[in-house]
């Protein structure tokens, strides 16, 4: 009972499955979509290394595991040391890595594990040049242990420390461009990418394995449970976040940008359209709204210019 | 039997460990995923209709699962061992093929 090859052919993205169901991820989880597109991207010849975060959770409780590739648990704070040091072995061992037929050795970690706790080790990866990939899930708050707010957390998002009313208060600081501190180290791939799109991603991905050197990706990854969102709009709040230039696609390649909007020419939604689909938003206040709205544009303004002066 | 993982599923056995002799001497996996089936967390089941499926395979481009498998004659079908009923297959649906409908047992 085999799917003939011309619908093989049909499918726009790689069509083998290297990721098995049973996994434990929430219902509508964007983190397990997106691990299921990077194992379409790079098969079985991966090494992949997970940090604390959903993902050990999504990979299985042991004896099983949900991944058809080598998977390597690591400390939380550890990925960007250990995805170095694995290919440092490889090497020296006299393995091929990176490149169309290499040992893919990537990095899977979420926005806390990136952004907050493992900043230092993704430095120092990016630094030293190592010839993996750092793929940063982003879910905007730490998922896995209820929902606390991380660096990458969005203005006025409810999170369980920072539950609004007449006491508390929202989160009160934008959200961390990672994007920025690694383009800082000028390394020769970075790129944003949506789950909403996973035919753009893929193909960053196949970008990133080609181009010797470190790349990374940061990728948005909605979650339902923690963002107080129905399971079934997972996508469609993924797609909203590109289309409100909340989260622009784009990437950087030896110093050039390049923006992937899908529609590069329209202007972006309002970002009520986005805001409204997450029960995490619904405390802010008209200003909270605007002053978000003002944060997003200037950002897509500056991404614009930075793309024309080094287009 | 044409289901996703075909002969693996079939293959896929709980592990039960009797005895400190019977672990393996690094904490590696000895087994898939495939043995958990995630289906019974559905509330909602979704169900393919289909004279309306225009054959795009968006819904299974997007199964966070995977659960949905094209069979040979090129339409969908779902896996409904492991389909935890998220809906996002139905509200990407084009066309509206895929409808939810309350699981009954």
Known sequence: MEVPENIKKRVTIPFEEHFYAGHTACQGCGASLGLRYVLKAYGKKTI?????????????????SAIDANLFHTAFETTGAVISGI???????????????????????????????????LSGFLERGHDAVYIMYDNEAYMNTGIQRSS????????????????HFLEKRHKKKVIDIVIAHRIPYAATASIAYPEDFIRKLKKAQKISGPSFIQLFAP???????????????????????YFPLFEYENGKYKINMPNPKKEPKPIEEFLKLQGRFKYMTKEDIETLQKWVLEEWERLKKLAEVFG | ???????????AKPIVLKSVDEYPEAPISLGT???????DWRTFKPVVNEEKCVKCYICWKYCPEPAIYIKPDGYVAIDYDYCKGCGICAN??????????KEEK
């Open chain 1, 152 to 167: 990458s957390t969005p203005y006025g998002a409810w999170t369980t420390n920072t539950p609004g009313g007449r006491r």
């Open chain 1, 223 to 245: 979650c339902p449970t923690g963002w107080r969102a129905p399971t079934d709009k997972s996508i469609e709040i993924a797609r909203l976040a590109v289309q409100t230039a």
């Open chain 1, 48 to 64: 992949l290394v997970i940090p604390a975060c959903c993902s050990t959770i999504i990979a299985g409780p042991w004896p099983y």
């Open chain 1, 87 to 121: 290919e440092a072995a490889l090497k020296a061992m006299g393995y091929k890595v990176k490149g169309e037929d290499g040992i893919m050795v990537v990095g899977w970690a979420g926005d806390g594990g990136t952004a907050d706790i493992g900043l230092q080790a």
């Open chain 2, 33 to 39: 995923t495939l043995v958990n089936p995630t289906g």
């Open chain 2, 1 to 11: 039997m044409n289901t996703l993982f075909g002969k693996t599923k079939e293959e």
């Open chain 2, 92 to 101: 990407e649906c084009p066309t509206k093929a895929i409808t939810m409908i």
